[in-house]
């Protein structure tokens, strides 16, 4: 019995994330019939690809040990940056557009990459050190003016009312769903079957011990930021699609929403564990609390604080569980020494 429950709560624990999610949607939909349509799961849909992406990226650092805040600085310094490149009419493609704002965001990353690899210094200073250099860059040299629908490239335009499905009420599923199922099941495939994959979670168990048994780290590390700079790029373009605007002064500050979910999903802040699987499911919780709070009679104000509660107890379950798992081996020890 005990060895069928673990296999039901899983290795990161996404089995029980999974049945807190089945226990919220059921509450929201008994208190307001509204919440179970297809209307509202499209827009949970929606409102949760941005904050996935974003998410995978975060998951990737955390593995290796690190805390990554500046993604959303990358993300809208390379999609405000490649919307203003293309607003001169010169007929770049969605993909062009998708490709060079990746390309911007990988070589942010690479500069978060080279520094924290190279000197080896804590990844939270140097993010929150960037991600405000990015952003002042941004808003001085690259443009700080609200670009609306009318004014954005044709192609982000006619690609924001591409919808897969349409339903009555306004509810629709956007195609760009089908870029992002892929990236998280490339990210997926990556952590598991490749070396790469492999070595972002030996870096975060423990550093010095993978680069004696082989691994380069700095390298690693270096790839590992540019990846996670293109990711951020990807979604941020996403976001613009979406929004039908690109406004400079947008998405910085939702860091603790998608660190949130991604503990929640299971990813250890010390590094060498998280799932993929996990880091989804953490993403919808996160995205039913905010968008659906009110539906059960609390203010919206509160949404902070319900993110922040969610993610002290996320921390909270994982230094219980290292400590009980620190703790197992003297126990051990005890018994066999009497």
Avoid: C
């Avoid at 690693?220 to 941020?236: E, K, N």
């Amino acid at each position: 019995m005990t060895a069928r429950l673990a296999r039901l709560r899983g290795p990161n624990n996404e089995g029980l994330l999974l049945a807190v999610i089945v226990l919220v949607v059921i509450a929201m939909s008994l208190a307001s019939p509204a919440f179970f349509t297809a209307g509202t799961f499209f827009a949970l849909v929606r409102s949760s690809m941005v904050p996935l992406i974003f998410a995978l990226g975060v998951l990737l650092v955390l593995i290796s040990g690190g805390v990554d805040v500046s993604f959303p600085a990358i993300a809208i310094f390379a999609a405000y940056t490649t919307v203003t490149l293309f607003m001169d009419g010169s007929g770049g493609t969605a993909l062009v557009i998708f490709a060079v704002a990746m390309l911007i965001g990988a070589g942010l990353g690479m500069l978060n990459g080279v520094v924290i690899a190279r000197f080896r210094l804590p990844t939270l200073i140097v993010t929150l050190g960037t991600q405000g250099i990015f952003k002042g860059v941004l808003i001085a040299y690259i443009g700080s003016a609200y670009i609306s629908a009318g004014d954005l490239p044709s192609a982000i335009t006619e690609a924001s009312d591409r919808h897969l499905v349409d339903v009555a009420g306004g509810g629709y599923l956007h195609f760009l769903i089908v870029p992002v199922v892929v990236i998280v099941l490339l990210v997926a495939a990556m952590l598991k079957w490749t070396v790469f994959g492999r070595s972002i979670y030996a870096i975060g168990g423990d550093t010095e011990a993978a680069r004696r048994v082989g691994i380069r780290v700095v390298r690693t590390q270096v790839w590992l930021y540019m990846l996670v700079g293109a990711l951020a790029a990807f979604g941020g373009v996403v976001y613009v699609i979406l929004g039908k605007n690109a406004n400079p002064q947008s998405l910085v500050g939702t860091e603790l929403d998608i660190i949130a979910a991604v503990v929640l999903g299971g990813a250890s802040i010390f590094g060498g564990r998280g799932s993929v699987g996990g880091t989804v499911l953490g993403v919808v919780l996160v995205q039913l609390i905010n968008n659906n709070l009110v539906l059960v009679g609390i203010p919206s104000t509160w949404q902070r604080a319900a993110v922040g509660v969610l993610l002290l107890l996320g921390v909270s379950i994982q230094a219980f569980a290292a400590t009980r798992g620190r703790s197992r081996p003297v126990a051990v020890q005890k018994e066999v020494a009497a």
